[in-house]
C-alpha cells in the first residue's frame, strides 16, 4: 500500500509558468501494480474536472494535454520528484465572460470524527474555479454547487477497478484517514494566488 499526492495542474491562458491553478488530493491504493494505481488516480482527476469543466472560465487553456495530473509517492524523502505524469483536457467554455480568477467555491471533505481529536486535522479542502460569467451572483448558482458535488463524487468513485481510496492527509500528524463525506457551502471564497500579476501600474496624485 502507497499513500500518493496527485496535484492537479490547469493552465492559465498567459502561458506563463506562474499562471496556473492547481488542486492537491491524496489516495491510498491496494492495486495489483502502482501503474494501476497511477492510472485509476489519473483517470478520477480528469473524470472529476469533467464534471465542472463547461462551467471554468475561458481564462483557462482548452489546449488538448494543456492540463496536468502529477503524482508523488509520499514514502519518498523530500525534495520528492513525481513518479507519474499525465496529462488531460478540459472540454470547452460555455461563456467567453469570466468572474475574476481569484473567486473560488470550496469544496471540504472530511475522514470519521472521533472524540479527543481535533476535528481540524481530519479536514480538507478544495478550491474549485475559476468560473464563468454565468456563474455571476450574490450566491454561487444550485447547479455550480451540484456540479461541485459531482466532482467530490468523481474522485470516490473507482474508473479502472484499481483498490484506490480517496484520503484526508494531515500535515500535522503524518497521518491519513478515509474520506467519508463533506459538503459546498452556498458562499463564494477567494484564493488569492490565483489572481493575475500587475501589469501596469497607475499613480497619484
Same mark, same amino acid.
Given at each position: 500500500?502507497?499513500?500518493?499526492?496527485? *496535484?492537479?495542474v490547469?493552465p492559465?491562458?498567459?502561458?506563463?509558468?506562474?499562471?496556473?491553478?492547481?488542486?492537491?488530493?491524496?489516495?491510498?491504493?491496494?492495486?495489483?501494480?502502482?501503474?494501476?494505481?497511477?492510472?485509476?488516480?489519473s483517470?478520477?482527476?480528469?473524470?472529476?474536472?469533467?464534471?465542472?469543466?463547461?462551467?471554468?472560465?475561458?481564462?483557462?487553456?482548452?489546449? *488538448?494535454g494543456?492540463?496536468?495530473?502529477?503524482q508523488?509517492?509520499? %514514502?519518498?524523502?523530500?525534495?520528492?520528484?513525481?513518479?507519474?505524469?499525465?496529462?488531460?483536457?478540459?472540454? =470547452?467554455?460555455?461563456?467567453? *465572460? +469570466?468572474?475574476?480568477?481569484?473567486?473560488?467555491?470550496?469544496l471540504?471533505?472530511?475522514?470519521?470524527?472521533?472524540? =479527543?481529536? %481535533?476535528?481540524a486535522?481530519?479536514?480538507?479542502?478544495?478550491?474549485?474555479?475559476p468560473?464563468?460569467?454565468?456563474? +455571476?451572483g450574490?450566491?454561487p448558482?444550485?447547479?455550480?454547487?451540484?456540479?461541485?458535488? %459531482?466532482?467530490?463524487?468523481?474522485?470516490?468513485?473507482?474508473? +479502472?477497478?484499481?483498490?484506490?481510496?480517496?484520503? /484526508?492527509?494531515s500535515?500535522?500528524? =503524518?497521518?491519513d484517514?478515509?474520506?467519508?463525506?463533506?459538503?459546498v457551502?452556498?458562499?463564494?471564497?477567494?484564493?488569492?494566488?490565483?489572481?493575475? /500579476?500587475?501589469?501596469?501600474r497607475? *499613480?497619484?496624485?
Amino acid at each position: 500500500m502507497a499513500l500518493i499526492r496527485a *496535484t492537479a495542474v490547469l493552465p492559465l491562458l498567459s502561458g506563463l509558468p506562474n499562471d496556473v491553478v492547481t488542486n492537491t488530493v491524496y489516495f491510498d491504493t491496494a492495486a495489483v501494480t502502482l501503474e494501476d494505481a497511477y492510472d485509476e488516480i489519473s483517470a478520477r482527476i480528469s473524470n472529476a474536472y469533467g464534471e465542472i469543466d463547461d462551467k471554468l472560465a475561458v481564462a483557462l487553456s482548452r489546449v *488538448t494535454g494543456a492540463c496536468s495530473v502529477v503524482q508523488y509517492d509520499m %514514502a519518498d524523502p523530500e525534495p520528492r520528484i513525481p513518479v507519474r505524469t499525465d496529462t488531460f483536457t478540459l472540454g =470547452g467554455a460555455s461563456v467567453a *465572460t +469570466l468572474l475574476p480568477t481569484e473567486v473560488s467555491l470550496v469544496l471540504s471533505y472530511h475522514a470519521d470524527y472521533e472524540s =479527543g481529536v %481535533a476535528n481540524a486535522r481530519r479536514r480538507g479542502r478544495l478550491y474549485l474555479g475559476p468560473w464563468d460569467g454565468d456563474q +455571476l451572483g450574490h450566491r454561487p448558482p444550485a447547479a455550480l454547487i451540484t456540479a461541485c458535488i %459531482a466532482f467530490a463524487d468523481e474522485l470516490a468513485t473507482s474508473v +479502472l477497478e484499481a483498490t484506490v481510496t480517496w484520503r /484526508q492527509y494531515s500535515p500535522t500528524t =503524518g497521518q491519513d484517514r478515509g474520506v467519508v463525506g463533506g459538503y459546498v457551502d452556498d458562499a463564494w471564497d477567494t484564493q488569492r494566488r490565483r489572481g493575475y /500579476q500587475a501589469s501596469e501600474r497607475t *499613480t497619484w496624485p
